[in-house]
């Protein structure tokens, strides 16, 4: 009867760790679809793209994109900042905006792809 109450005792410690290891898989599954819907619009992905070469501001990335407001274009980077992808910097009147780490891993990922 002991030796069936141990195999019991541990059977449900390994079922509590797959349990929480699987917990633990399914958040970092949604952190990473989180970080994708976040580049998941073509602007946001060229914004990230111009970021991995050099910070820049927002009037320096509307001239980059060309076609893009400075209302989109900063509305773009908000996003960007609320997923982490990219941090401002004050300078005087601007803010310029560089990669997190995050944002470069992204990046480099996303280079690796379209290379």
């Not at 998941?40 to 001239?63: G, H």
């Not at 893009?68 to 509305?75: C, D, F, G, M, R």
């Not at 980077?77 to 944002?103: F, M, V």
Request: with cysteine; charged share 25%; glycine share 4%.
């Amino acid at each position: 009867m002991a030796a069936t109450t141990t195999r019991a005792a541990s059977s449900s410690r390994t079922s509590k760790a797959s349990v929480t290891a699987a917990a633990r898989m399914l958040a970092e599954i949604r952190r990473v679809a989180e970080l994708l819907k976040q580049v998941s619009d073509p602007t946001r992905l060229q914004v990230l793209m111009l970021l991995s070469e050099r910070e820049r501001n927002v009037t320096e990335l509307c001239a980059d994109l060309g076609t893009q407001s400075q209302p989109a274009v900063s509305h773009h980077l908000a996003l960007l900042r609320h997923g982490r992808l990219i941090e401002p910097r004050r300078s005087g009147k601007h803010n310029y905006y560089a990669l997190t780490e995050a944002g470069r891993e992204l990046a480099q990922v996303v280079d690796t792809v379209v290379g």
